[in-house]
C-alpha cells in the first residue's frame, strides 16, 4: 500500500484548503479506515480526523464544524476539506490507513496505523 498526500500549501487564516491523498496497491481501499494527522513544529503529532470504513467520520475539538473529512471508494481518495482556517493549523499533514478497524470504528490512536502518506505542509499566516 502506498498513501499520497498532497494539497497543501500557504493560506491566510481564515481562507480553505483541500487535502487529497490518494490510495493504491493490491489491498482494496474499502477495507481500510483512514485518518488525517498533523504534526505543528516542535510538537508531538497528533489525530485530526478519521472516516471508518462505512465512510462514519471523526473530528478533534479543534477542527469540528470547520473541517470535513471524505472519502471516495471509487477512486481510491480520502480527502480533507479545510475551511476557516487558523494559524495553529498550520502542520505537516498526515494521511494514514488503518487495515484492522472494524466497519464502523476507527481509531486516533497513531500506532495503530499501518501505511502513511509522505506528508504536505499547510502553513497558515496571518
Known amino acids: 500500500v502506498q498513501l499520497q498526500a498532497s494539497g497543501g500549501g500557504l493560506v491566510q487564516a481564515g481562507g480553505s484548503l483541500r487535502l487529497s491523498c490518494a490510495f493504491s496497491g493490491r489491498s482494496s481501499f474499502g477495507s481500510f479506515a483512514m485518518a488525517w494527522f498533523r504534526q505543528a513544529p516542535g510538537k508531538e503529532r497528533e489525530f485530526v480526523t478519521a472516516?471508518?470504513?462505512?465512510?462514519?467520520?471523526w473530528y478533534t475539538k479543534d477542527v469540528e464544524g470547520r473541517f470535513t473529512i471524505s472519502r471516495d471508494n471509487a477512486k481510491n481518495t480520502v480527502n480533507l476539506q479545510m475551511n476557516s482556517l487558523k494559524v495553529e493549523d498550520t502542520a505537516v499533514y498526515y494521511c494514514?490507513?488503518?487495515?484492522?478497524?472494524?466497519?464502523?470504528?476507527?481509531?486516533?490512536?497513531?500506532?495503530?496505523?499501518?501505511?502513511w502518506g509522505q506528508g504536505t505542509q499547510v502553513t497558515v499566516s496571518s
Open positions: 494514514a490507513a488503518d487495515r484492522r478497524a472494524g466497519v464502523h470504528s476507527y481509531t486516533s490512536n497513531e500506532g495503530e496505523y499501518d501505511y
Open positions: 472516516t471508518s470504513r462505512s465512510g462514519k467520520p
